[in-house]
């Protein structure tokens, strides 16, 4: 089993940066796909980011394709977003999921996703 906490969201003005983390319990992180999802109110959540076991392959939503960049530090078993150039409509709470055995073509896929963390918010403000 595998418990995530998210950090580092907050209040940042448009254009702005953050740097999420999600750090992961337990000794197999490096075994797992990392995935960033969010979700704004009234919405579903959806795909942000993700990352293969030993970063090989990143995948991103068209959304955030080049301001964001999802990496991890399997010594420390935690990944990170970070986001530049953020907009009002990147308001929304930020959860990362770890999977296993994760093909590429399902890493936008919350079905695939077997661990969530709480969530962290992000507010962008005009």
């Known amino acids: 089993q595998v418990q995530l906490v998210e950090s580092g969201g907050g209040l940042v003005q448009a254009g702005g940066s953050l740097r999420l983390s999600c750090a992961a319990s337990?000794?197999?992180?490096?075994?797992?796909?990392v995935g960033w999802f969010r979700q704004a109110p009234g919405k579903e959540r959806e795909f942000v980011a993700a990352?293969?076991?030993?970063?090989?392959?990143?995948y991103y939503a068209d959304s955030v394709k080049g301001r964001s960049t999802i990496s991890r530090d399997n010594a420390k078993n935690t990944a990170y977003l970070q986001m530049n150039s953020l907009k009002p409509e990147d308001t929304a709470v930020y959860h990362c999921?770890?999977?296993?055995?994760?093909?590429?073509?399902?890493?936008?896929?919350?079905?695939?996703?077997?661990?969530w963390g709480q969530g962290t918010q992000v507010t962008v403000s005009s």
């Open positions: 337990g000794r197999t992180f490096s075994s797992y796909s």
């Open positions: 999921a770890t999977a296993s055995s994760l093909p590429a073509w399902a890493s936008s896929q919350r079905t695939w996703y077997d661990y």
């Open positions: 990352i293969t076991e030993s970063s090989s392959r990143t």
